[in-house]
């Protein structure tokens, strides 16, 4: 079986502060796909990324990167010189490759980060 | 493109009610899923279909749910009877089952149910 945990239920820094969220994830698959969502408080879940289990490189877009570490089975995701904006729930997900289509998404409990301005 | 399409947005009903949702996915996407999020439980995955085939509905919680995908551009979600525990936002989410997007899920703005 799955599972996604993130330890974190709540962090709050100030504005311009960096922060990681961390994700720790299991699965018996070797081929799989990591993914974050943003949940801002007006409730919609926003995609920011998707990663496969063969793709170890770490990426950033902007102010967001994610470090990807197949070792400590880890996707966890830095937010450098956070703003008010970020503030909002933030999911990892995992999902197996079944190879017949699509799967669904097995979703941590998500991190609350409040951003203090 | 407008994106995944809910109905209704916020639907507030007495306990032994039927309940309809609505999902109209991305026009193109192959993949729809249904989803709820509560307070104690999170985020779960309820039922997915792949081209309109239900492949998943271990998460679906007893008999009371079931879902259908008539077509591509359209699903269903239905409580009968409606209890107060079923009360939580459902999401829906569609995504490609090929290519370089694969299984990237594009989410609705959900619906709120309320059980009174």
Same mark, same amino acid.
């Given at each position: 079986?799955?599972? #996604?945990?993130?330890?974190?239920?709540?962090?709050?820094?100030?504005?311009?502060?960096? #922060?990681?969220?961390?994700?720790?994830? $299991? @699965?018996?698959? @070797? @081929?799989?796909?990591?993914?974050?969502?943003?949940?801002?408080?007006?409730?919609?879940?926003?995609?920011?990324?998707?990663?496969?289990?063969?793709?170890?490189?770490? $990426?950033?877009?902007?102010?967001?990167?994610?470090?990807?570490?197949? &070792? @400590?089975?880890?996707?966890?995701?830095?937010?450098?010189?956070?703003?008010? #904006?970020? &503030?909002?729930?933030?999911?990892?997900?995992? &999902?197996?490759?079944?190879?017949?289509?699509?799967?669904?998404?097995?979703?941590?409990?998500?991190?609350?980060?409040?951003?203090?301005? | 493109? =407008?994106?995944?399409?809910?109905?209704?947005?916020?639907?507030?009903?007495?306990?032994?009610?039927?309940?309809?949702?609505?999902?109209?996915?991305?026009?193109?996407?192959?993949?729809?899923?249904?989803?709820?999020?509560?307070?104690?439980?999170?985020? /779960?995955?309820?039922?997915?279909?792949?081209?309109?085939?239900?492949?998943?509905?271990?998460?679906?919680? /007893?008999?009371?749910?079931? =879902?259908?995908?008539?077509? =591509?551009?359209?699903?269903?979600?239905?409580?009968?009877?409606?209890?107060?525990?079923?009360? =939580?936002?459902?999401?829906?989410?569609?995504?490609?089952?090929?290519?370089?997007?694969?299984?990237?899920?594009?989410?609705?703005?959900?619906?709120?149910?309320?059980?009174?």
């Amino acid at each position: 079986a799955q599972k #996604v945990t993130q330890a974190q239920t709540e962090i709050s820094v100030v504005e311009k502060e960096d #922060v990681t969220l961390d994700c720790v994830y $299991e @699965t018996r698959d @070797t @081929t799989y796909y990591l993914f974050w969502y943003k949940q801002p408080p007006s409730g919609e879940l926003v995609f920011l990324i998707r990663r496969n289990s063969f793709d170890e490189q770490n $990426e950033i877009s902007g102010r967001y990167s994610w470090n990807f570490q197949k &070792s @400590t089975s880890s996707f966890n995701f830095t937010i450098t010189a956070s703003q008010v #904006v970020d &503030s909002a729930v933030y999911f990892c997900a995992l &999902s197996e490759a079944s190879g017949g289509g699509a799967d669904g998404l097995t979703f941590g409990k998500g991190t609350h980060l409040i951003i203090q301005p | 493109d =407008a994106g995944v399409i809910q109905s209704p947005r916020h639907e507030v009903t007495e306990m032994g009610q039927e309940v309809t949702l609505r999902c109209k996915p991305i026009s193109g996407h192959n993949s729809l899923f249904w989803y709820r999020q509560t307070m104690m439980r999170g985020l /779960e995955l309820l039922i997915y279909f792949n081209n309109n085939v239900p492949i998943d509905d271990s998460g679906m919680p /007893e008999d009371r749910f079931s =879902a259908k995908m008539p077509n =591509a551009s359209f699903s269903t979600l239905k409580i009968q009877p409606s209890e107060p525990r079923d009360s =939580a936002v459902y999401f829906c989410a569609s995504t490609l089952g090929r290519g370089s997007s694969y299984n990237e899920q594009f989410f609705g703005p959900g619906t709120r149910l309320t059980v009174l």
